[in-house]
Structure formats: C-alpha cells, structure tokens
C-alpha cells in the first residue's frame, strides 16, 4: 500500500531521529561559523593540492570533489582499480561508472569534512598521488 497509495508516492514521514539530529545540527551551525570556516579551508587545500599533482577534477568550491577519468582509456575499470588502491592507502572513495554516470565520464567521488585535518588532507593527496603515478595518469 506505502508504494501504490497516492499520499505517498511522492513524500516519505522522516523518522524522529533523523527530526532530532537536524534540529541539533542546524543549532550548531547557527551558533558559530567554525565548522563552516573549517570545511571551506579543507576544500580549498585539497582541491589546490589535487589540481596541482596533475589530476582532472571538476572546478568548484563545494567539498564534494569529482576525479575525472573520461580522458583515459578503458577509464571504468582504471576508476574503479584507482579506488581499490586507494583503500588499500587507507582512503576510501567510490568510483562511479556508466549508468550512474553518463559514458566517458567515470569518477571518484571524494567528499571533504571539518572532522579532517590538514594532515588527513595531506596524507590523502600523497596516496592519490602515489596511486595517479602507479596507474600512469600523472607524472
């Protein structure tokens, strides 16, 4: 009945918790800019960082960053082997392939938080770059 009752084809009941962690979050961000102002600094890092060891990721200021592999060839199966060495560097991301994304334009996806540090960022940028050389895509 949930999925074929007209009331609810097009909107779900949010559950309590998911109510009290948003009403707590939105308190937090009101009261201070400091997690904001955080997250802002390491999306600027890392995106400098990564464009500056040669990789192709899709300009912005958000802190959802998408490595691009459209350029190379067979560039599916290179995003999803980047991603598994990755891991094995000890940063997890996730390749995102065609149907989820249109054909040639294979990704991973990255996503930044005020919970990593400078350093985090650095050590992610130094495992994407050891990775991006070992695959042959930068220098």
Do not use: W
């Not at 995003?79 to 891991?87: E, I, Q, R, S, Y």
């Not at 994304?101 to 996503?111: A, E, K």
Request: net charge positive; proline share 6%; aromatic share 8%.
């Amino acid at each position: 009945m949930r999925n074929k009752a007209r009331p609810y084809l097009f909107s779900n009941t949010v559950p309590p918790a998911v109510v009290g962690a948003t009403i707590k979050v939105m308190d937090l961000l009101s009261s201070t800019t400091e997690l904001r102002d955080k997250l802002e600094a390491n999306t600027k890092k890392f995106r400098k960082a990564m464009t500056e060891a040669g990789f192709d990721i899709i300009p912005g200021d958000h802190p959802i960053v998408a490595m691009m592999f459209g350029k190379y060839p067979n560039c599916s199966q290179l995003a999803v082997d980047f991603a598994n060495k990755m891991l094995e560097e000890g940063i997890y991301v996730i390749a995102f392939s065609f149907p989820v994304v249109p054909r040639g334009m294979d990704r991973i996806r990255i996503q930044l938080s005020a919970a990593h540090s400078f350093e985090h960022i650095d050590k992610a940028v130094a495992a994407f770059t050891k990775v991006g050389k070992e695959l042959g895509m930068i220098k």
